[in-house]
C-alpha cells in the first residue's frame, strides 16, 4: 500500500519552545491513522501544518509525493473538521455541503448529484432543505464530514471532531466514522487526546508526548506491548509500581517501594536500578492456585467495588501495604460474593508485569 503522506523531520518552534521535534512519519493510502496524546503536547500544530495553516521551521511534508512547502491551505489536497465544525447557519444542509463545489465552479447538476450522492453516504437523505440549526449534535458532525469528503481531499483531517458531544453520542459517532471511513476509502489523520477513540476506531495510532512519538503502532500492540513508560500509563488503565532491580539474569526480579517482590519482563535493556512497573488490571487473576510457572502471587483485600457494569473493578490492597491496585472483574457471576474487607489470592504472568526506566 502506498503512502499517500511522507512527514520528513518537521519541526515547529514558538518563543523558542519545541512543540514539534523532529517527528518523522508516513500514512497510507486509506488508512486511518490517529495521533493521540495529552493537551499541549503538539499534535493539533502538528495537524496544522499539514493542513497548511501553520508554516514548518524545518523539515518535508508530501502528500501524494508533492512537497507541500510553501503552498496555501486552499491549494493543498486536504480537508480540515474543526471540533466547533464551523458550519454555516444561514445555509440548509444541502447548501453547506456544496459550498465548496459552489466555488469551484461546478454546474448545478454536478453540485446536486454530488451533495445527494454524499448525502446518502452519511446517511442523511431527504435532509437537504433542513436548517443545520434543527439538527442533533451526531448529524452536524456528519454534516461538518460530508462537507469536506465531497471535495474528494487526499486526507481529511480531523481536530477532536467528537470532543464537544456527550459520552452516549461519541460512543455511537466512533463506531459511525470508522464505518464511514471504510465506506468511502479516504484516508483519514485523527487528532484525539482519548485514548478510546485512537483505539477503536485506528489502524495504526502514534502516541506523542513533549513534541515527539513516543510509539506508532497497531491499537493491539500499543496496548499490549507499549515500548516507554508513557505509552504504557496513557494508553489503558494501568497499576504502576516504583521499583529497583534486584536481580537481572534469566529471570529478572524487582522489589517495589513497598517491598513487593515481582519477577518481571524488562522492556528496557538499560534498567540497572531504578525502575517503573506496570500491570494491567485485567492481566491480574483471582483466586489462583500456587502451582503455576512464571507467576506472581500475592494477597489482595478488597477495599471497594467500582460497579461499572461490565467494566467492574475492584480496588484492593496488596499484601497488607498501603499500595492500592486496580483488578478487572470477569462479568461472569464467579465473583458476584466479593465484598469490601474480603481478602483474596491472585496472581499475574511474569511477562504481565512490564518494566521500565524511570
Do not use: W
Not at 499541549?40 to 524545518?58: H, V
Not at 458532525?141 to 471535495?151: C, G, N, P
Request: proline share 3%.
Amino acid at each position: 500500500m502506498d503512502s499517500v503522506l511522507e512527514i520528513e523531520n518537521i519541526k515547529k518552534s514558538f518563543t523558542g519552545i519545541k512543540i514539534v521535534d523532529e517527528i518523522s512519519f508516513s500514512v497510507k493510502e486509506g488508512e486511518f491513522f490517529s495521533i493521540l496524546g495529552p493537551s499541549g503536547c503538539g499534535k493539533t500544530t502538528l495537524l496544522r501544518m499539514i493542513a497548511g495553516f501553520l508554516e514548518q521551521d524545518a523539515g518535508s511534508i508530501q502528500i501524494r509525493g508533492q512537497e507541500m512547502t510553501g503552498i496555501s491551505p486552499n491549494k493543498r489536497p486536504v480537508n480540515l473538521v474543526f471540533q466547533n465544525l464551523a458550519l454555516f447557519p444561514m445555509m440548509d444542509v444541502g447548501e453547506n455541503i456544496a459550498f465548496g463545489l459552489k466555488r469551484k465552479k461546478l454546474s448545478a447538476a454536478q453540485i446536486e448529484k454530488k451533495v445527494s450522492a454524499m448525502l446518502k453516504i452519511v446517511h442523511l437523505e431527504g435532509y437537504e432543505k433542513k436548517s443545520v440549526a434543527k439538527l442533533s449534535g451526531g448529524q452536524k458532525q456528519r454534516v461538518a464530514i460530508a462537507r469536506s469528503l465531497v471535495l474528494e481531499p487526499s486526507i481529511l483531517l480531523l481536530d477532536e471532531p467528537l470532543g464537544a458531544l456527550d459520552l452516549k453520542l461519541r460512543e455511537q459517532m466512533k463506531i459511525e466514522l470508522k464505518k464511514l471511513q471504510i465506506e468511502v476509502g479516504t484516508t483519514f489523520i485523527y487528532i484525539t487526546h482519548d485514548q478510546s477513540e485512537a483505539l477503536v476506531m485506528s489502524d495504526r495510532v502514534a502516541v506523542m508526548n513533549n513534541g515527539k512519538f513516543e510509539q506508532i503502532d497497531t491499537p493491539e500492540n500499543l496496548y499490549g506491548n507499549p515500548k516507554t513508560s508513557f505509552v504504557a500509563s496513557f494508553v489503558g488503565e494501568t497499576n504502576r509500581f516504583e521499583a529497583k532491580l534486584t536481580q537481572n539474569d534469566t529471570h529478572p526480579m524487582v522489589q517495589t517501594i513497598e517491598g513487593i517482590d515481582f519477577s518481571v519482563t524488562l522492556i528496557d535493556e538499560n534498567i540497572k536500578e531504578n525502575c517503573s512497573l506496570f500491570v494491567r488490571p485485567e492481566a491480574i487473576v483471582l483466586m489462583v492456585e500456587e502451582n503455576m510457572e512464571d507467576m506472581n502471587y500475592f494477597d489482595l483485600t478488597v477495599k471497594t467495588i467500582l460497579f461499572d457494569g461490565s467494566n467492574t473493578k475492584i480496588l484492593a490492597n496488596i499484601n497488607d501495604t498501603e499500595h492500592e491496585i486496580m483488578v478487572a472483574l470477569p462479568q461472569n457471576r464467579q465473583f458476584a460474593h466479593v465484598r469490601k474487607g474480603v481478602s483474596i489470592k491472585a496472581g499475574v504472568h511474569v511477562s504481565d508485569c512490564k518494566c521500565y526506566l524511570s
